[in-house]
């Protein structure tokens, strides 16, 4: 069975942090790419960051020096570090891959809220 569970959010005050998990199953973890999306209320789901199957990881500009992506392959599972959070970083943060981007498989995804 395929999955992809988002775990890990929560309310926060600006400027603290929060460490989103995105558990996959094998099948589309493994040799895959895993990237970070999240949606705001009202707004459509933009890609946050992006970590390959070697590690390497590019974030947008808007998160860019506050959130990190790491990868452990052992447990098929990626990590979402978000540092120095602000109020527009609240939404619903979800990952996926691309097997689930082609079949529009998506999890249910993780509520991150800050308070200003």
């Known amino acids: 069975q395929v999955q992809l569970v988002e775990s890990g959010g929560g309310l926060v005050q600006a400027g603290g942090s929060l460490r989103l998990s995105c558990a996959a199953s094998?099948?589309?973890?493994?040799?895959?790419?895993v990237i970070w999306y999240r949606q705001a209320p009202g707004n459509q789901r933009v890609r946050v960051g992006r970590?390959?199957?070697?590690?390497?990881?590019t974030e947008e500009e808007f998160v860019k020096g506050r959130f990190t992506i790491s990868r452990d392959n052992a447990k098929n599972t990626v990590y979402l570090q978000m540092n120095s959070l602000k109020p527009e970083d609240t939404g619903v943060y979800y990952c996926?891959?691309?097997?689930?981007?082609?079949?529009?498989?998506w999890g249910q995804g993780t509520q991150v809220t800050v308070s200003s």
């Open positions: 996926n891959t691309p097997w689930g981007l082609t079949t529009g498989y």
């Open positions: 094998a099948r589309i973890f493994r040799g895959n790419d």
């Open positions: 970590i390959t199957s070697d590690a390497r990881q």
